[in-house]
């Protein structure tokens, strides 16, 4: 199994807490489309030993892009590489440009709900949807380009159209109380949505939140109260059937992300368009996140990508890193037979502490996290990588 990750560098405005590769100038907007294609055509040999079960528009805001160019750049696709008989393709896409492409919020004025069977007809069978959240003073403070009223409509739209839904929410927002973190997650529930992938606010360096917060104009995060949030919401979506596959990922049976699980499990993905990421097992490559410098390259037939061959330690690290995440754990036979009895033996010895203070523990040959340890997977991870 392999996937391909396309990405589109292009939003409406910028959100305050994203440090994402992105363009609010669309100028450029025909010349990038052109330059993707030609990306996967001077590629396709990378994968010609693999059949591609997941295709993946992120960004940026790929709901930014026509019906055509979508249409186009998934023929595309088709045509450079050997797809499996059900792929899943999934857009990432905001509820303004949902709702303004299918439904009106003026009651006297009614549109068909074009989009969502466009999307259908040219092959998109799972939609990522970027609410964040349900409540007007936390999008404003993001500075998302939907309000409350168009992340509800365009939920009661896409789920007449779409069984397969993700949505994006965001807890440890500063000034959201746990009554009001529990009311965005009632909400979501309340669509029967069958995945939800939730994340904390990061404070990033060079966005505007920081900038703001070291101003003094927006609360710092509080990352106790985070970590409050993310507990409230592992026990509400756990009752209501979630599994927690990830952590940041809860999918009801059969509706975990494949595009993602797949980058969790070390399975090669070829990343297309500005800043994109590739991985084929041995070696990891990133496109140049520029635009113009993108495009000016591949008018030349040259991808603009630099690359890395991965040491058996950095094998070693980015598999506990991604092991740790998910329920899936970190392999001790895996370890033995990819890395060998070094590897294995430091990985024991460096759990140990953790296993003692209830945040790991050892099962039927795999080490996972706890409760009380998901939050902290991460710092936990790095504890356990081999320094070379």
């Not at 009554?179 to 069958?194: G, H, K, M, S």
């Not at 996972?368 to 990588?385: N, R, W």
């Amino acid at each position: 199994m392999s996937g391909i990750y396309i990405h589109i560098p292009f939003c409406k405005q910028a959100c305050h807490y994203c440090n994402f590769h992105f363009s609010t100038s669309l100028k450029k907007k025909d010349e990038l489309v052109a330059a993707l294609a030609k990306e996967m055509e001077l590629r396709k040999d990378e994968f010609k030993n693999q059949v591609v079960e997941t295709i993946y528009f992120g960004g940026g805001t790929p709901s930014l892009l026509s019906i055509d160019e979508l249409r186009f750049l998934i023929d595309e696709v088709y045509k450079n590489y050997d797809i499996s008989e059900n792929p899943e393709i999934t857009i990432e896409a905001n509820p303004d440009d949902l709702i303004s492409n299918s439904v009106s919020l003026n009651p006297a004025e009614v549109r068909p709900p074009t989009i969502f069977k466009d999307y259908k007809t040219i092959g998109i069978n799972r939609l990522s949807i970027g609410i964040q959240s349900f409540f007007e003073q936390d999008l404003k403070l993001m500075n998302r380009a939907h309000n409350s009223e168009e992340a509800i409509k365009c939920l009661e739209e896409a789920t007449k159209h779409f069984d397969n839904i993700s949505i994006d929410l965001i807890y440890g927002i500063p000034g959201m109380s746990n009554e009001r973190w529990i009311q965005n997650i009632d909400t979501a529930l309340a669509f029967n949505i069958p995945h939800i992938s939730s994340y904390a606010l990061t404070v990033e360096p060079k966005t505007a939140l920081e900038t703001f917060i070291k101003k003094g104009l927006v609360k710092n995060v509080d990352d106790d109260l985070a970590q409050e949030q993310f507990h409230i919401m592992i026990e509400k979506l756990e009752k209501a059937g979630f599994i927690h596959y990830e952590l940041s990922n809860f999918g009801k049976p059969e509706y975990f992300s494949r595009n993602n699980s797949a980058y969790w499990q070390g399975k090669p993905y070829l990343g297309i368009g500005p800043s994109a990421h590739s991985f084929d097992g041995k070696h990891r490559g990133w496109n140049v996140p520029n635009n113009s410098k993108y495009i000016n390259s591949l008018e030349k037939n040259v991808v603009p990508i630099e690359t890395e061959t991965l040491s058996i330690t950095d094998h070693y690290n980015e598999y506990v890193m991604t092991g740790l995440r998910t329920i899936w754990g970190i392999s001790l036979e895996k370890i033995e037979e990819e890395f060998g009895e070094k590897y294995k033996t430091y990985l024991l010895e460096q759990s140990q502490k953790h296993i003692i203070e209830h945040l790991m523990y050892l099962e039927d040959g795999k080490l996972l996290v706890t409760k009380k340890g998901k939050f902290l997977s991460d710092g936990i991870a790095s504890d356990l990588f081999m320094l070379n």
